[in-house]
């Protein structure tokens, strides 16, 4: 599992909605990072943490909290989640409750009867990668307006949200976590759908919990869903998403106590180095030879003994602009013997790498998917003509093949130019 720290204090788990990951929480964390450790978990299958095998159900995803914090090292802690991820925190604490303080959540759905048929089979499709990349048009479209209307693929008037926006930004954040997930989306989104819509009976012996929910959010409705409550337990509607936070931070603050940030566990062989302002993703052994990959491309596994890093700009790491430095620093810090510096691609970096700005239409997932189809037949890819013509494999233009490479570029953004005139700089030499 994969999961964000920010801040000191005491610690609070934070379990982000799906289809996302804890990415969605780096600007509250950053908020709440003077009152607690923050620690926000990418749920399995989504972000980058791997799935749960099999047909996994809610209490598994519940489990695997718990499990999670076993492998940190934390007793108890205090725990806060936004839609589904407050139904996996309240099947955890009926399953653990000593291994939580409290809990603050933000909507918490009890569906009808009738709106669980109407979300019917709709609401989750397939989302694997096709041959000609339609995948990504759907998926643009899906983020786009699940703001206008809930369900997202509900045209009635009646299915018309007022928080309805056109936010690029948001958009392909979304979008980007989605991609992560790819069709394990299903697996964690489904398992909470199909939960039981229940909380804790009235007399139940748990930690106290605060649900709020604010206007526009489609669960406000739902407050006055949820019947009797334990003792310690309340829920109310606020006005806005900051009211929200706000109501659940002062709660959080007092059920928490004042105790010092945890000394956690951690991985040794994976991580994200800081370096300045921003974070290297790296795997393998400190000390080993660091091999770099290339332009628009992602780490590989590392071989034994050797270090593996996203370069700046790419996959999980920061971009810096001075993308070479940042890796200097970074093979550094690591105790790389040798830095290995891949060659420059041939070609133009000018058409090489298209432009990945995101827009309203989402045309930029269509020129990855075309461009990492293109470069399977042609070196360089924008050359389409005989005298350019590459053997073709197969395996190379398998959809989930093509899907990774697309996902990398899209990642890489033009960080891929400026890396591709580093290398060009450097000559392939080994530093």
Known sequence: MHYRRCGNGPLLLMIHQSPRSSAEYELLMQSWSDHFTCIAPDTPGFGQSDPLSGEPEINDFADALTEFLDALGVQQCAAYGFHSGGIILVTALKRHPKRFKCLAIGGYAIWTQAEMDLFGTSYLPPFNPSAYGEHLTWLWNRMLEQ????????????????????????????????????????????????????IPPADSDVPPCLITAYGGDPLQAHIDRLGDMPAGWKAERVATPADHQSA??????????????????????????????????????????????????????????????????????????????????????????????????QGDPDQLYPDMTPDRFGVHLQRAWATSRAEQFFDPWYEANAAHATPLDPAGLEPHALHARALARIRAGDAAHRWHETLSQIHGAPE
């Open 248 to 345: 659940s931070l002062t709660f959080l603050q007092k059920q928490a106590g004042d105790t010092p940030s945890p000394q956690l566990a951690e991985d040794t062989n994976e991580g994200w180095l800081q370096v300045g302002d921003g974070l290297i993703h790296w795997k393998g052994k400190r000390g080993g030879r660091l091999a770099l990959h290339g332009p628009a491309r992602e780490m590989v596994e590392p071989r034994p003994g050797e270090l593996a890093i996203d370069v700046p700009g790419h996959g999980q790491s920061s971009d810096f602009a001075d993308i070479r430095a940042a890796i200097l620093a970074a093979a550094e810090a690591l105790g790389a013997s040798e830095i290995i510096w891949p060659k420059a691609p």
């Open 147 to 198: 703001s206008w209307v809930f369900p997202w693929f509900d045209t009635r008037e009646e299915a018309r949200l007022s928080v309805a926006h056109a936010d690029i930004s948001r958009v392909d954040q979304a979008v980007s976590e989605m991609l992560d997930a790819g069709n394990a989306y299903r697996a964690g989104y489904g398992a909470v759908l199909r939960a039981p819509r229940d």
